[in-house]
């Protein structure tokens, strides 16, 4: 029995010598032709990766956390001096109602901070996102007259912090701002309007922080595709100065001023146009029979709502300012040549009324005095003939054999409506005939308003147009 189970434990570990002989020849055969494909290509061999040699944190790198950077850069002693340049992006709207603009602009600081300064020997520059911002010290400049400003946040906060190696630092950001602007629309829409943005420091006094233009005028820069719909962008500039507040005291201000002026075609078309043919429209009743009183009374009424109509809808789109604007002139002037051709149709409408009740009261008086005049030529009759307006002298001078009886005196306020002969035949001279027909009053159907107004009217407007584009343009 012993000798039995020494037996099995020996075959037992001869099974286990060759299985692990067996392993270890396998392993050798799928391993040696990697082995032999690393030797014989040199350009296989793995490179050190240099962006991953340097374990150190950008905040290690530094020093954020040695210093305290709630503080301005050299505390306690010279102001701290801050380039700053701006790019234009767009200028996006202007608004005369609220008095204001919209701007979206790169906005870039400059400034030393040697608490930043790190060791390298390519004397190349970190570039970081809006992250570290919070941890260091940034200038805090704001836009002065603002009211309303954001950073824009698609697809992230577009904000970049550039550091150099000798601690300078590059702050940008991509802000759009809306900013008043005091305009004067006295010349409204022959205008021009500069507008300003202005730059500063909230809390530190130019005593501690001198913000200034980098590189003079050439710190701004603008894109040459900027447009608006009524503006025609003149030019900007930058400017600098003190500002100072009672109780905080002097502080450095940036300016950027552009100048806009308004394009004239628009309103043109919208309102001055408009306004001018409703006025001429206003003229067509002057030739209009003065009888024809709804054709005249409707087309003065149309043209007076239609001019109500222009000024409302021009005031509308305008600020409620205190002082006349030029289209205001322009258009209650055309607003006032428009109600007086209303006034006067209502002139003549009144004179005419007058003088046929008195013209009628008169040929009733000569009816009854023909009617009891006595016959003392020996004339079988009497005739009593009453000629139109219409009839001509050389229609009167035809009725030969006839001579003057008696003519009624009118009166001197009664010029010219109709003629009114009272004629007897009789064999008198020419001569007596002539003399009768000298006392006619002829009088024709348009009165002499209308005939005034045809002329007066359109003179006065073409004068004042005049008179407007040569003070305004």
Same mark, same amino acid.
């Given at each position: 029995?012993?000798?039995?189970?020494?037996?099995?434990?020996?075959?037992?570990?001869?099974?286990?010598?060759?299985?692990?002989?067996?392993?270890?020849?396998?392993?050798?055969?799928?391993?040696?032709?990697?082995?032999?494909?690393?030797?014989?290509?040199?350009?296989?061999?793995?490179?050190?990766?240099?962006?991953?040699?340097?374990?150190?944190?950008?905040?290690?790198?530094?020093?954020?956390?040695?210093?305290?950077?709630?503080?301005?850069?050299?505390?306690?002693?010279?102001?701290?001096?801050?380039?700053? *340049?701006? $790019?234009?992006?767009? #200028?996006?709207?202007? @608004?005369?109602?609220?008095? &204001?603009?919209?701007?979206? /602009? %790169?906005?870039?600081?400059?400034?030393?901070?040697?608490?930043?300064?790190?060791?390298?020997?390519?004397?190349?520059?970190?570039?970081?996102?809006?992250?570290?911002?919070?941890?260091?010290?940034?200038?805090?400049?704001?836009?002065?007259?603002?009211?309303?400003?954001?950073?824009?946040?698609?697809?992230?906060?577009?904000?970049?912090?550039?550091?150099?190696?000798?601690?300078?630092?590059?702050?940008?950001?991509?802000?759009?701002?809306?900013?008043?602007?005091?305009?004067?629309?006295?010349?409204?829409?022959? *205008?021009? $309007?500069?507008?300003? #943005?202005?730059?500063? @420091?909230?809390?530190?006094? &130019?005593?501690?922080?001198? /913000? %200034?233009?980098?590189?003079?005028?050439?710190?701004?820069?603008?894109?040459?595709?900027?447009?608006?719909?009524?503006?025609?962008?003149?030019?900007?500039?930058?400017?600098?100065?003190?500002?100072?507040?009672?109780?905080?005291?002097?502080?450095?201000?940036?300016?950027?001023?552009?100048?806009?002026?308004?394009?004239?075609?628009?309103?043109?078309?919208?309102?001055?146009?408009?306004?001018?043919?409703?006025?001429?429209?206003?003229?067509?009743?002057?030739?209009?029979?003065?009888?024809?009183?709804?054709?005249?009374?409707?087309?003065?009424?149309?043209?007076?709502?239609?001019?109500?109509?222009?000024?409302?809808?021009?005031?509308?789109?305008?600020?409620?300012?205190?002082?006349?604007?030029?289209?205001?002139?322009?258009?209650?002037?055309?607003?006032?040549?428009?109600?007086?051709?209303?006034?006067?149709?209502?002139?003549?409408?009144?004179?005419?009324?007058?003088?046929?009740?008195?013209?009628?009261?008169?040929?009733?008086?000569?009816?009854?005095?023909?009617?009891?005049?006595?016959?003392?030529?020996?004339?079988?009759?009497?005739?009593?003939?009453?000629?139109?307006?219409?009839?001509?002298?050389?229609?009167?001078?035809?009725?030969?054999?006839?001579?003057?009886?008696?003519?009624?005196?009118?009166?001197?306020?009664?010029?010219?409506?109709?003629?009114?002969?009272?004629?007897?035949?009789?064999?008198?001279?020419?001569?007596?005939?002539?003399?009768?027909?000298?006392?006619?009053?002829?009088?024709?159907?348009?009165?002499?308003?209308?005939?005034?107004?045809?002329?007066?009217?359109?003179?006065?407007?073409?004068?004042?147009?005049?008179?407007?584009?040569?003070?305004?343009?």
């Amino acid at each position: 029995m012993p000798g039995y189970a020494r037996f099995l434990l020996l075959l037992l570990c001869l099974i286990l010598v060759g299985e692990c002989r067996k392993h270890k020849s396998r392993k050798k055969r799928w391993s040696a032709p990697a082995e032999t494909h690393k030797l014989g290509n040199p350009l296989s061999k793995k490179v050190a990766d240099g962006t991953k040699t340097r374990k150190v944190k950008t905040t290690h790198l530094l020093r954020i956390d040695e210093h305290d950077f709630t503080m301005r850069p050299a505390f306690a002693g010279p102001a701290v001096p801050v380039g700053v *340049d701006v $790019q234009v992006e767009s #200028l996006d709207s202007i @608004s005369e109602v609220d008095m &204001d603009f919209t701007m979206t /602009l %790169y906005l870039r600081h400059y400034w030393k901070d040697e608490r930043l300064a790190f060791p390298s020997t390519t004397n190349k520059s970190m570039t970081f996102d809006g992250r570290l911002v919070k941890k260091i010290w940034v200038p805090d400049v704001f836009f002065v007259h603002s009211k309303r400003s954001f950073i824009h946040d698609t697809t992230t906060d577009n904000i970049m912090l550039r550091v150099f190696p000798d601690g300078h630092v590059l702050y940008s950001l991509r802000v759009t701002v809306t900013a008043a602007c005091n305009m004067d629309f006295s010349r409204f829409p022959l *205008d021009s $309007q500069t507008c300003t #943005l202005e730059l500063e @420091s909230y809390a530190y006094t &130019d005593e501690d922080l001198m /913000l %200034y233009w980098k590189s003079g005028d050439e710190s701004l820069s603008t894109d040459d595709r900027i447009s608006l719909s009524q503006f025609l962008i003149q030019k900007f500039h930058t400017t600098s100065r003190l500002a100072f507040y009672s109780s905080t005291g002097w502080y450095n201000r940036l300016y950027i001023n552009f100048t806009l002026r308004r394009h004239i075609f628009f309103f043109l078309l919208q309102t001055y146009f408009p306004a001018t043919l409703m006025v001429m429209l206003s003229w067509v009743s002057f030739w209009i029979d003065r009888r024809a009183v709804p054709a005249r009374v409707s087309l003065g009424i149309t043209t007076v709502l239609t001019m109500s109509t222009i000024i409302t809808g021009v005031n509308a789109s305008m600020p409620r300012v205190s002082y006349i604007k030029a289209v205001d002139i322009y258009l209650w002037v055309s607003f006032v040549f428009v109600f007086l051709s209303v006034l006067e149709y209502a002139a003549v409408n009144y004179l005419t009324t007058v003088r046929d009740g008195k013209e009628r009261k008169l040929r009733e008086k000569v009816r009854e005095q023909s009617q009891t005049l006595p016959c003392t030529c020996g004339m079988s009759h009497a005739r009593t003939m009453m000629l139109d307006g219409t009839y001509s002298e050389a229609d009167a001078n035809s009725l030969a054999g006839y001579t003057r009886a008696s003519m009624m005196a009118e009166d001197a306020s009664e010029k010219q409506e109709r003629m009114v002969v009272h004629l007897s035949l009789d064999n008198e001279s020419t001569g007596t005939k002539k003399k009768g027909i000298r006392g006619f009053r002829i009088i024709q159907n348009t009165h002499a308003i209308d005939t005034y107004s045809r002329m007066i009217f359109p003179g006065a407007y073409i004068l004042f147009n005049l008179i407007y584009w040569c003070v305004y343009c």
